[in-house]
């Protein structure tokens, strides 16, 4: 983020180098301007708010619960193969020729 704070005819930068985040204590600085920046519901701080067990982003979540859903998909193909599998054994197929 770059911008610029402009106070009685001086323009001040606003930068990542002079930021203080929320809660932070400034010592031996006789005067201080500030400017109030949104930077979204994902930061850190934002997640600290909450009460939960497990503090990630609503897209890590969202990324978590695709992965499980794949992984139990993927789990009841093996499954319905290996049954499969199983079933063909049972046959006069399952046993070839070549290794009687």
Known sequence: FEGSFELGG????L?????APRQTRL????????????TGKDTKL???TRLSIHKVSS??????W?????TCI??????????LQYA????????PWYLD
């Open 10 to 13: 001086t323009v001040y930068p």
């Open 15 to 19: 930068s990542v180098e002079n930021m």
């Open 27 to 38: 010592q031996n600085t006789p005067c201080v301007i500030g400017a109030a920046i949104y």
């Open 46 to 48: 934002s997640l600290n």
């Open 59 to 64: 897209y890590t979540q969202r990324v978590n």
């Open 66 to 70: 695709l992965f499980l859903f794949f």
């Open 74 to 83: 993927i789990m009841i193909v093996a499954l319905f193969y290996l049954a």
């Open 88 to 95: 063909f054994s049972q046959t006069h197929y399952g046993n």
